[in-house]
Structures are given as structure tokens and as C-alpha cells.
């Protein structure tokens, strides 16, 4: 009895879903916009496209390299819900010939149409090429506020590195970018490489007295081949080692950096601003070992870019 009553139940449930009403049946969407634009081969773009449902238009960046052709533009687009678009998905389109710029028109499944314009926005990866290293920089100390603190080369006091392969070994190193693509969140990325350069040594950052390895702090940029992410959000690059160690830095233009209590930082090319952790040792205020080895506070690797 108990089974007959489970298998009535159940036909019950069956026949109730079966004359449920579809509440949108009959209804036809008038959706005619612009979701997603995913360009096709040939083309790198960099991160998703910036859609404006109020103007009707939507804009991608796209990486220009040597065989960047805008002429021949494939791009899939996706549209509201049961909407069409014209030109259809798949069709190669000269937007070089319109100013970078093509009107689509996207048509509801009600049968209302609204035109779009999609503009193809170029860009340059102005990261690539070779740099050499001019200066390696340091803002530290305790208490900036009471004299601790100083900007000062890291081979103004050769007596607190090793006598070979000091930072001194670094100013002869070269630094190259390349590119080979965009991350899923629309960073660009590549590989870096960090040449010993003429003297075939990478400084191994030792202060001496006492002995204390710092390498966490001044060896940012890897030594060799590694790979960098740069995020145009914040103009940082990231440095990542073949351990997976990321370093973070603010790749910064000529200027100077007022940075308060008298002391200040000039870049004449470019650097890559780096911010270090150190802690406040007031016990060793003044000092070599408080400004490198216990309140490092911010470090410049400063670069030229090579023609």
C-alpha cells in the first residue's frame, strides 16, 4: 500500500510541473545590445572589451605588433538574449578603412533594431626592449623625522658589501622584455631576462657587519630569464622567479619624489619603484645596518632604455 501511494505522489508531481504555465511564453525580449568582443586570430587583445549600453558603443584594446592588420578584422560578438547582429559573427571587416571605428546593428527577437559602434583602440606594449641598470637607489632609515633617514646609490659605502660582487656588479646588466601574450585577467606579460652583462656576475647583496643576507630586499629583479606581468590599473610590473616569488614594482618616469623630511629621489630615465618591509630598529638610528639591513623603506633600480 505504502508503494502504491509513493508511485500516486509521484505521478501527482509529474502531471502538477507538466500544466505549469511557461510565464514567459509569448513574451519576445527587446535586448538588442552588445555583451562580449572576442577578436579573432591575428590578433592580441588586451583584456575585455568597454561596453556602453547608453551611447551604443563598445571599445578594445588591441596590441599593435609587426603583423597587427586591422584591415581584415574577424571578431565574435556576443549579443542579448535571441537577438541578431549585422554584420554577422565571422566575417572579416576593414576597420582600418573607418577609422578604426565599425557600425553594427543588433536586432531584437521582438524585431527592434539599435545601432552600435565598435572602435578598435590600438596599443603599444611600451615596456619591450633592453634597459641598461644606471643606479641602484635606497630611501631608508628609522625616523626620517629626526635625521634617520637617507636616499643614498647602494655603492656609496662599498665597505658594508662584499668586496666582489657587491651591487657594483649590477650596473653593467642589462635588462630585456619581450612579449608573448595577455593574461585572463588582461595583463600583458612576457619574459624578462637579466644579463650579467661584461663581468658575467650578478650582485650577491651581503652587508658585512654584522653578516646579514638582504638578497630578499635588493634582488627584485631576478637574475636571467623570468617572467613579468604588467597591470595598467596601477602601472606596476610584477617579477615572478622560477620559484614563483613575486616582486612588485611601479615602473616610473623622469621626476622627482618629494618624499618628505627634506629628502627627495630624481629619476632622469625610467626605474622601477620598488616598496621594501623593513622595521623600525631605534635602537640603531643613524646607522648603515639601520638604513640597508633593518628599515629599508623604498628601492629604485633605476634603467635607460637602449635605442
Not at 662599498?158 to 595583463?187: Q, Y
Amino acid at each position: 500500500m505504502r508503494h502504491l501511494y509513493i508511485i500516486a505522489s509521484f505521478l501527482a508531481i509529474i502531471s502538477l510541473v507538466s500544466c505549469t504555465k511557461d510565464p514567459f511564453k509569448g513574451v519576445e525580449s527587446n535586448e538588442r545590445s552588445i555583451e562580449a568582443i572576442t577578436l579573432g586570430e591575428g590578433l592580441v587583445q588586451v583584456g575585455p572589451a568597454t561596453i556602453d549600453r547608453e551611447a551604443g558603443t563598445a571599445s578594445v584594446k588591441v596590441l599593435m605588433q609587426g603583423n597587427t592588420d586591422l584591415s581584415k578584422v574577424v571578431a565574435q560578438i556576443q549579443t542579448s538574449y535571441k537577438s541578431t547582429i549585422s554584420p554577422a559573427n565571422g566575417q572579416a571587416l576593414d576597420f582600418a578603412g573607418n577609422d578604426n571605428h565599425y557600425k553594427f546593428t543588433i536586432t531584437s527577437e521582438s524585431g527592434n533594431t539599435r545601432e552600435w559602434t565598435v572602435e578598435l583602440i590600438p596599443f603599444t606594449e611600451t615596456l619591450l626592449g633592453t634597459y641598461t641598470i644606471q643606479n641602484l637607489v635606497l630611501y631608508g632609515g628609522t625616523g626620517p623625522e629626526y635625521g634617520g633617514g637617507a636616499v643614498m646609490n647602494l655603492t656609496d659605502k662599498p665597505w658594508v658589501w662584499p668586496a666582489t660582487g657587491g651591487p657594483g656588479a649590477e650596473l653593467d646588466n642589462t635588462i630585456t622584455f619581450e612579449f608573448s601574450g595577455i593574461t585572463g585577467d588582461g595583463k600583458t606579460t612576457g619574459t624578462v631576462t637579466n644579463d650579467a652583462g661584461a663581468d658575467g656576475m650578478y650582485a650577491d647583496f651581503i652587508f658585512q657587519n654584522p653578516v646579514t643576507d638582504v638578497n630578499n630586499f635588493y634582488r627584485a629583479i631576478p637574475e636571467g630569464t623570468s617572467t613579468w606581468e604588467r597591470d595598467y590599473t596601477d602601472n606596476s610590473v610584477t617579477f615572478i622567479d622560477g620559484n614563483g616569488k613575486r616582486t612588485k614594482a611601479t615602473f616610473a618616469s623622469a621626476s622627482t619624489i618629494d618624499l618628505g623630511n627634506g629628502l627627495s629621489k630624481t629619476i632622469t630615465d625610467n626605474a622601477f619603484d620598488f616598496t621594501l618591509n623593513g622595521v623600525d630598529d631605534w635602537g640603531n638610528i643613524y646607522s648603515d645596518l639601520d638604513k640597508f639591513v633593518k628599515r629599508p623603506r623604498r628601492f629604485w633600480v633605476d634603467v635607460k632604455k637602449q635605442p
